[in-house]
């Protein structure tokens, strides 16, 4: 059974670039979660996609905006990079309606 | 104010000993649940237990338990017999039903478990 799946595993861009982040749930979930966790700090919630549609998000710019396709796999797009967006960017997928998300390992972008 | 507050930035532990992990929350939602998750230096977050508002029991899974008392909002984890794999960061957690579906996390608690 596979488990949540991210791609690429770390990214160095520049300032003023656009990133792309990729993410595959676990077999069976159809929700997707985007988190930035900032260095020495817990995650903060970006957005929620559940049936292609951003169903919530938390206090984030515009500049963030993602996508989910039919197969639930997810996208999260950031561009006009700025050196503050360097985290860890976590993926978690979950069954909607059901309590646990489950977390994948992360993608890690650094801004120049 | 926070709504998930853990108050131990890092702790040192023997090996085989028990460890408790602080966790304290806020929220005026009725139904909510609690999570405890382990982040490895590796980065992954790792799902170790889940408590709902309701339960009338405290959650165990394998090694870990919680011990949620909920007039005092507090949600502490309890590892027994400590292992070395066991060093790691480790986050409390909170998700409000009736607020939205997206998870709360504390600042985390490092620990460090010594041979």
């Known amino acids: 059974d596979a488990g949540v799946t991210q791609s690429p595993t770390h990214l160095i861009k520049t300032r003023g670039q656009q990133v792309t982040l990729r993410c595959s749930p676990k077999?069976?979930?159809?929700?997707v979660s985007w988190y930035q966790q900032a260095l020495g700090q817990g995650p903060q919630f970006i957005f929620q996609?559940?049936?292609?549609?951003?169903?919530q998000r938390g206090n984030f710019p515009d500049r963030f905006s993602g996508h989910q396709f039919p197969n639930y796999s997810s996208e999260l797009n950031v561009n006009a990079l700025l050196l503050g967006d360097s985290a860890l960017y976590l993926c978690?997928?979950?069954?909607?309606?059901?309590?646990?998300?489950?977390f994948g390992p992360g993608t890690r972008l650094l801004v120049l | 104010a926070q709504k998930i507050t853990q108050t131990q930035p890092g702790m040192f532990v023997q090996e085989k000993e028990a460890v408790t992990l602080d966790c304290t929350y806020d929220?005026?939602?009725?139904?909510?649940?609690l999570f405890w998750y382990k982040q490895p230096s590796s980065g992954e977050m790792i799902f170790l237990i889940y408590?709902?508002?309701?339960?009338?029991q405290n959650a165990t899974e394998g090694r870990y338990s919680l011990n949620f008392q909920k007039a005092r909002k507090s949600a502490n984890l309890v590892i027994s017999a400590s292992q070395l794999g066991d060093s790691a960061m480790y986050f409390c957690?909170?998700?409000?039903?009736?607020?939205?579906?997206?998870?709360?996390f504390g600042k985390g608690t490092r620990l460090h478990i010594l041979p």
């Open positions: 929220t005026s939602d009725p139904s909510y649940g």
């Open positions: 996609y559940y049936e292609e549609e951003e169903r």
């Open positions: 957690a909170m998700r409000e039903w009736n607020r939205d579906d997206k998870i709360i």
């Open positions: 408590q709902g508002s309701y339960d009338q």
């Open positions: 077999s069976g979930h159809d929700t």
């Open positions: 978690a997928s979950s069954l909607v309606g059901k309590e646990t998300q489950y």
